[in-house]
């Protein structure tokens, strides 16, 4: 592997590092648009619960959503976040999520973990789907109940 190819491959995991980050800072602040933004413009959520699996696709229902789930105030931590470049402008990952409550004084309620897609656009890295598999939940934001 050339110098040129390593740098970019850096780059590459840095920029996708940096999206579950970005993802938990949003969250902390309330911005669902934020989260939005995130996402390629036809990405998709999708929780996977004991009683099946709901998806959300695209840019305005992704902000619809996730301004609906922060009413419950969670605190995420995500960690152990483990990318691989797939091709040239595509990667996989998996990340880890340990969930508090703002509302319940920091209260431990949820953990499960993240499978990503993420895709090189021209406005950066995103991600292309996000499916969140819940191990523990405590408490569900009414957007998941529907």
Same mark, same amino acid.
């Given at each position: ?19 579950? !980050?970005?993802?938990?800072?949003? @969250?902390?602040? %309330?911005? &669902?648009? $934020?989260?939005?933004? #995130?996402?390629? =413009? ?37 960690? !152990?976040?483990?990318?691989?470049? @797939?091709?040239? %402008?595509? &990667?996989? $990952?998996?990340?880890? #999520?340990?969930? =508090? ?46």
């Amino acid at each position: 592997m050339t110098l040129d190819q390593q740098v970019r491959e850096l780059l590459a995991r840095e920029a996708i590092r940096e999206l579950p !980050n970005r993802y938990c800072d949003c @969250v902390w602040r %309330g911005d &669902a648009a $934020g989260i939005a933004e #995130l996402f390629a =413009r036809d990405g998709s959520f999708t929780a996977i619960v004991e009683q099946g699996a709901r998806t959300i696709r695209g840019r305005a229902e992704l902000a619809a959503f996730f301004a609906a789930a922060l009413d419950m105030q969670p605190r995420p931590y995500i960690h !152990n976040h483990v990318v691989e470049l @797939v091709a040239e %402008g595509l &990667a996989t $990952g998996r990340c880890y #999520l340990d969930l =508090r409550s703002a509302r319940q004084q920091m209260s431990w309620i949820g953990a499960g973990y993240y499978e990503d897609e993420y895709i090189a656009t021209t406005d950066g890295w995103k991600i292309q789907s996000r499916r969140f598999h819940a191990v523990r939940m405590d408490e569900w934001p009414d957007a998941l109940r529907q």
